[in-house]
């Protein structure tokens, strides 16, 4: 069965400095992967993914994710972190070797962006 | 576009009452789904469905049916609640294709006395 591990509870970082959201995934195929953010009072919205081809996909607001196959790994990153990226982060995973055709989220990562 | 719309926004039940959680979708999307958001337990999916006529269980299905006869609406009901039930509610669509990324609405928060 396919599940998703976000490490981190909770991500500060200063404004203007990178920042880095971790993701982990366990598949039994090949992995379909999203990140999607979800501010205060409101659903997720799509932030990228990655499906082949470029290890390293760009999406929205700038943010950016790589993907490792060696570490299952897809975590997202941005260069310079504005204060309104404060928000909650979700890691999705869909296992294309499964029929069922779900996909499981991981747990969020609350990012704080500090002025 | 009105994308993904989940009526009620608010509901508070007793223990015991039923009700229905409305989602409706105007992408003509085959794909829907439910999740409940608890703090810490992140999105987990209830039930899913890849057409109209066809919905299967998710992870915790326990507590909850659904039905999909049109393409557009997948009501969410709680037949007892029960005051587990108290969360936040998230209703979601995409394409057929499983690489599209979900439509999410703006959740349905449901508390159970």
């Known amino acids: 069965a396919q599940s998703v591990a976000q490490p981190e509870d909770q991500v500060n970082v200063a404004e203007g400095n990178p920042l880095t959201v971790k993701c982990t995934y366990s598949v039994s195929g090949n992995p379909y992967l999203f990140w999607y953010v979800q501010y205060p009072n409101r659903g997720l919205q799509f932030l990228l993914k990655?499906?082949?081809?470029?290890?390293l996909v760009k999406g929205s607001y700038g943010f950016e994710a790589e993907f490792n196959k060696s570490q299952t790994s897809f975590h997202l990153k941005k260069p310079s972190a504005l204060v309104s990226d404060s928000a909650l982060y979700f890691c999705a995973v869909r296992d294309l070797l499964n029929r069922d055709d779900k996909i499981i989220f991981g747990k969020g990562t609350r990012l704080h962006i500090l002025p | 576009n009105a994308g993904v719309t989940q009526t009620p926004k608010f509901q508070v039940l007793k223990t015991g009452q039923s009700m229905t959680l409305q989602c409706a979708q105007d992408?003509?999307?085959?794909?829907m789904s439910w999740y409940r958001q608890d703090p810490g337990m992140g999105l987990r999916l209830i039930h899913y469905?890849?057409?109209?006529?066809?919905?299967d269980q998710g992870e915790v299905p326990n507590g909850y049916n659904v039905s999909r006869s049109t393409t557009e609406d997948f009501p969410l009901r709680l037949l007892s609640a029960a005051p587990s039930q108290t969360s936040v509610y998230f209703c979601?669509?995409?394409?057929?294709?499983?690489?599209?990324?979900?439509?999410f609405g703006d959740g349905t928060r449901l508390s159970i006395l």
């Open positions: 469905s890849v057409g109209a006529g066809i919905t």
């Open positions: 990655y499906i082949t081809g470029d290890n």
């Open positions: 992408m003509n999307h085959e794909y």
């Open positions: 979601a669509s995409r394409g057929g294709n499983s690489n599209q990324p979900q439509h």
